[in-house]
């Protein structure tokens, strides 16, 4: 178990934040809507949804009721977790001693929540983890390290380690894309599209001391590469709303534009004392709830 540890912290460093050896966050939902070409947050309705002081992180929703994330254990292990928001209930999905399973996601077919697994031998390779508790299986077995991805058309988008880092598609084993290099930990699909959507390093520009890299996206269909503006200041992680709107977090505070326009306009802060600093974040419409990774102060 210490070796596998070792190896396990070795490869999760690259990532930041999905490092094992990092400060330790929890999720707060807050009730949210987009509409349109607006977003509003109801910031009266923070609410803790985890509280401990260990790693939550990286959730996703995966229908109507449940989400998503990965969770460390006392021993330092990660699984995947299911919070059903209307039962009000936490159940794993994974508990998995010599294992290690992150960003968990949706599959196109609604049958699998897959996530990026750490092996035994360190090996970082994509999995499928049935939602009726079956077997899982392995999706790419010649494919890794992978640290973020997304779907599309029942096949993932996906973030490999390598110099540089490099985004990749596969049409199929032997037809494997290489969308672009030089990629930041975002890989989003964007909603109602064939668009996969990434932060371009390569591309960056200082505004008052801090770094706003280009986010970009490759039409899957019309293979052609576009451009949806810059980051917010500072910041990495962002998500899509609905078709129209990005959203982001800088310290506390969340910020929100149109894909096609260059300002960011402040969606409210999350004034919680023990926290700080928002990173990943998943919105479902239907719930109408946003859920956010804080660190814990």
């Given amino acids: 178990m210490q070796k596998q540890f070792i190896s396990t912290l070795i490869v999760f460093v690259l990532f930041s934040s999905l490092a094992i050896a990092q400060t330790a966050t929890d999720l707060i939902v807050i009730d949210a809507k987009a509409n349109g070409n607006k977003f509003h947050l109801e910031t009266n309705t923070t609410k803790i949804l985890t509280d401990r002081n260990l790693y939550d992180n990286q959730p996703s929703f995966i229908n109507e009721k449940q989400m998503a994330f990965s969770a460390a254990d006392e021993k330092g292990n990660h699984d995947i977790i299911i919070y059903n928001f209307e039962a009000d209930k936490f159940t794993n999905l994974t ?10 996601a949706i599959t196109d077919c609604g049958l699998y929540v897959s996530a990026v697994t750490v092996e035994e031998d360190g090996k970082q390779r994509l999995w499928l983890y049935p939602t009726n508790f079956g077997e899982p299986e392995l999706l790419y077995d010649d494919i890794e390290p992978v640290g973020y991805y997304d779907w599309y058309d029942n096949r993932a988008a996906m973030f490999v380690l390598g110099s540089p880092n490099k985004l990749i598609y596969p049409f199929s084993k032997e037809d ?5 290099q030089n990629v930041g930990r975002t890989v989003k699909k964007k909603p109602k599209s064939s668009i996969i959507t990434y932060i371009d390093k390569s591309d960056k ?6 770094i706003r890299y280009a986010i970009k996206g490759y039409d899957l269909k019309k293979k052609k590469t576009l451009e949806f503006g810059y980051t917010y200041p500072g910041s990495e992680d962002f998500i899509w709303l609905n078709k129209n709107l990005l959203l982001m977090g800088n310290e506390e505070e969340l910020f929100y534009r149109k894909a096609k326009r260059s300002s960011w306009e402040s969606a409210g802060k999350i004034d919680l004392a023990s926290y700080q600093n928002i990173s990943q974040m ?10 956010v990774v804080m660190d814990r102060k």
């Fill in 95 to 104: 508990k998995t001693s010599e294992l290690n399973e992150f960003s968990p």
């Fill in 176 to 180: 494997i894309l290489t969308i672009s």
């Fill in 205 to 210: 520009k200082e505004e008052n001391g801090k």
């Fill in 282 to 291: 998943a919105y479902s419409p239907k719930l109408r709830k946003l859920v």
